[in-house]
């Protein structure tokens, strides 16, 4: 299942270590980051739920926000990208590493 993880960690004080502890998690699930706070991948339904048992265990519900959002084969493969993107077959497992 293809996904969407999109988080807004406040800066207060313990703000930063909190964004580098889902930074280095969301990564940890095989996820890659499309944008500063934007990450995209696939993973299994299983791994999903522990995405968000982990994100709601870290997060100040006050003061953060995490998005997951699940997105069917058939609605990722009509994501358009406009400019410097993101290459979808690394991000749906296709090509598991990219060589610059």
């Known amino acids: 299942m293809n996904i969407?993880?999109?988080y807004d960690i406040a800066s207060k004080k313990s703000g930063p270590k909190r964004r580098k502890?889902?930074?280095k998690e969301i990564?940890?699930?095989g996820l890659y980051r499309v944008q500063k706070s934007?990450?995209?991948g696939d993973i299994e339904?299983?791994?999903?739920?522990?995405l968000v048992l982990f994100s709601q265990e870290l997060i100040e519900p006050k003061e953060d926000s995490v998005y997951i959002f699940p997105m069917?084969?058939?609605?990722?493969?009509?994501v358009t990208v406009i400019g410097k993107g993101f290459n979808k077959e690394l991000v749906t497992g296709k090509t598991r590493s990219m060589i610059f």
């Not at 339904?45 to 522990?50: C, M, P, Q, S, V």
């Not at 069917?72 to 009509?78: H, I, L």
């Open 27 to 29: 990564e940890q699930f």
């Open 45 to 50: 339904k299983n791994r999903l739920e522990e």
């Open 38 to 40: 934007v990450f995209l």
């Open 4 to 6: 969407w993880v999109i």
């Open 72 to 78: 069917c084969k058939e609605d990722f493969e009509a």
């Open 21 to 23: 502890k889902i930074i």
